[in-house]
């Protein structure tokens, strides 16, 4: 029985499944990142719309500098904190609702935006809020 050379079809094969992966992709990263696919191929010409053109951040709610921190060093703070399962139930609720909207959101970032959203009020209204929350007993559990 003669031995037959398959390596010609197989390189072919992975080629053709390549190029379907990398326009998959291509494809994927359009709909989901809201880049405009350029006729260049899969993957290649991807320009990515101008998001901070319809942005406006009040100067309100920009955070302070961090003490020790320089101006180009992205600084994080890393830090623990306790709450009641109905309260971290809220966040996971937040969170869903943004993913609908289709923005992926962290907890991170659902605690921060509730940051920027009291910042803005009072401080009777933020008295106020604050006496709504359920007290919790500090440390861990």
Do not use: C, W, Y
């Not at 079809?9 to 405009?36: H, P, W």
């Not at 053109?53 to 100067?59: G, L």
């Not at 830090?79 to 909207?101: K, N, V």
């Not at 959101?105 to 929350?133: I, M």
């Amino acid at each position: 029985m003669a031995k037959r050379d398959f390596s010609k079809a197989l390189r072919k094969t992975a080629t053709a499944q390549r190029d379907i992966i990398d326009d998959r992709f291509s494809r994927a990263d359009s709909v989901l990142l809201g880049m405009k696919r350029d006729a260049g191929g899969p993957g290649e010409g991807a320009v990515p719309p101008d998001v901070t053109a319809d942005v406006a951040v009040p100067h309100e709610a920009t955070p302070p500098p961090v003490a020790g921190a320089t101006k180009g060093e992205a600084s994080v703070i890393r830090d623990t904190f306790s709450m009641p399962p109905g309260d971290h139930g809220l966040i996971e609720t937040l969170r869903t609702r943004a993913a609908r909207e289709g923005r992926n959101t962290s907890k991170s970032e659902v605690v921060r935006a509730g940051l920027l959203a009291l910042v803005d009020l009072s401080a009777t209204q933020l008295v106020e809020v604050l006496d709504r929350l359920e007290r919790v007993k500090p440390g861990r559990k």
